[in-house]
């Protein structure tokens, strides 16, 4: 009777253990995915990660369990404009600012286009002017196309075909973003104390859309011209609001 009985032990034993098998699947996938993300100059896609995984492996289980795994550590791993990235944590960013120099700021009336320009994207800069209630000054637009962060999306479908402007994938990555929609609402600004609640009720803020596909008014940019057109925009005070103060 011992004989059997290790007879069906050895049987069992040989078996091989699905659990196991998936287990050691995920881990080979993780390291997959960690060393692509880490050796890649860019934010990587899931669809370039899920490539090079062993078949059968979900892309999303994978990146969850590697995401968990960092978040405790000095980098972390994060998803910025629908890709991966490894950024250092961010209660320790204080330790590498010191090495960078002195950083340029940006000015107030940069910063207040920049946003209107990813709430209400796809805009332009007449209407950009009219929200703000004042002209923009000369190159802001140049200084915000220069950073990377917003780029020229087409032409709106008016009189004078004005440029139409947008966010970039740049801005999302450097504000930490996932995707545009998760820019801070009404509520959210309240509470960071950015309006003081003397709002008038009509008062919203648009759910922005940073969509690469062209809205019903815009037309496509149609050649390198546009670029120059852009700089020249940029660069000059819109005539039809030059009656308008100018916020630097």
């Given at each position: 009777?011992?004989?059997?009985?290790r007879?069906f032990?050895t049987?069992?034993?040989?078996?091989?253990?699905?659990?196991?098998?998936?287990?050691a699947q995920?881990?080979?996938a993780?390291?997959?995915?960690?060393?692509?993300i880490?050796?890649s100059?860019?934010?990587?896609?899931e669809?370039?990660?899920?490539k090079?995984?062993?078949?059968?492996?979900?892309?999303?289980s994978?990146?969850d369990?590697?995401k968990a795994?960092?978040?405790?550590?000095?980098?972390n791993?994060v998803?910025v404009?629908?890709k991966?990235?490894?950024?250092?944590?961010t209660?320790?960013a204080?330790?590498?600012?010191?090495g960078?120099?002195?950083?340029?700021?940006?000015?107030?009336?940069?910063?207040?286009?920049?946003?209107?320009?990813?709430?209400?994207?796809?805009?332009?800069?007449?209407?950009?002017?009219?929200?703000r209630?004042?002209?923009?000054?000369?190159?802001?637009?140049?200084?915000?196309?220069?950073?990377?962060?917003?780029?020229?999306?087409g032409r709106?479908?008016?009189?004078?075909?004005?440029l139409?402007?947008?966010t970039?994938?740049?801005f999302?990555?450097?504000?930490?973003?996932?995707?545009v929609?998760?820019?801070?609402?009404?509520?959210e600004?309240?509470?960071?104390?950015?309006f003081?609640g003397r709002?008038?009720?009509?008062?919203?803020?648009?759910?922005p859309?940073d969509?690469d596909?062209?809205?019903?008014?815009?037309?496509p940019?149609?050649?390198?011209?546009?670029?120059?057109d852009?700089?020249?925009?940029?660069?000059e005070?819109?005539?039809?609001?030059?009656?308008?103060?100018?916020?630097?």
């Open positions: 009777m011992g004989d059997i009985a007879l032990q049987e069992a034993a040989a078996e091989p253990d699905p659990s196991a098998s998936a287990n995920l881990v080979e993780m390291r997959i995915a960690e060393a692509m880490f050796a100059p860019e934010p990587l896609a669809q370039e990660i899920e090079r995984l062993p078949r059968g492996v979900a892309i999303a994978v990146l369990h590697l795994s960092y978040s405790a550590r000095g980098v791993l998803r404009g629908g991966w990235m490894f950024r250092t944590a209660d320790l204080w330790l590498l600012a010191g960078e120099g002195e950083q340029k700021k940006m000015s107030r009336a940069a910063l207040e286009t920049l946003a209107i320009i990813a709430y209400h994207q796809p805009v332009t800069r007449a209407e950009i002017e009219d929200i209630g004042v002209a923009i000054s000369k190159g802001t637009l140049d200084v915000l196309l220069e950073t990377g962060w917003v780029r020229l999306r709106r479908r008016a009189p004078g075909r004005p139409t402007y947008g970039t994938q740049e999302l990555i450097h504000f930490g973003l996932e995707a929609g998760d820019l801070p609402g009404l509520e600004l309240k509470g960071a104390g950015l003081d709002l008038p009720s009509s008062f919203s803020i648009p759910q859309s969509d596909a062209l809205a019903a008014d815009e037309d940019l149609e050649d390198d011209a546009d670029a120059a852009a700089e020249e925009e940029a660069a005070p819109d005539p039809a609001g030059s009656h308008q103060p100018i916020d630097d």
